[in-house]
Nanobody, 124 residues
Framework: QVEVVESGGGLVQAGGSLRLSCAASGRTFNRDNMAWYRQAPEKEREFVAAVTRTISKTYYADSVKGRFTISRDNAKNTVYLQMSSLKPEDTAIYFC?????????????????WGQGTQVTVSS
């Protein structure tokens, strides 16, 4: 069993920055790949970024490459999403996910464990 809790969302102007945090508990943190997803109103949940459990290899959606950075601190059982150059289209609820894995095709499969989400709103 893994519990993940997101924090750090808020309201920011376009071009600004935010850092999201996801604290995980319940089993050894470095066993799990960690990822961020987001869901905008009336849209499906989509992959944002992931970081692997050992060598911290990272994966990003094309829409956030060069603007978002995912990282993890295994000593703190926490994964971060640093978001810069935010755009109104980044407005969404951001969810932390544990236990997924990258696909050979280049995608990413989500894991079983989800947080409740944190709202990010980018004003124009």
């Amino acid at each position: 069993q893994v519990e993940v809790v997101e924090s750090g969302g808020g309201l920011v102007q376009a071009g600004g920055s935010l850092r999201l945090s996801c604290a995980a508990s319940g089993r050894t943190f470095n066993r799990d790949n960690m990822a961020w997803y987001r869901q905008a109103p009336e849209k499906e949940r989509e992959f944002v970024a992931a970081v692997t459990r050992t060598i911290s290899k990272t994966y990003y959606a094309d829409s956030v490459k060069g603007r978002f950075t995912i990282s993890r601190d295994n000593a703190k059982n926490t994964v971060y999403l640093q978001m810069s150059s935010l755009k109104p289209e980044d407005t969404a609820i951001y969810f932390c996910n544990a236990g997924g894995y990258p696909a050979y095709s280049g995608g990413y499969y989500s894991g079983f464990y989800w947080g409740q989400g944190t709202q990010v709103t980018v004003s124009s």
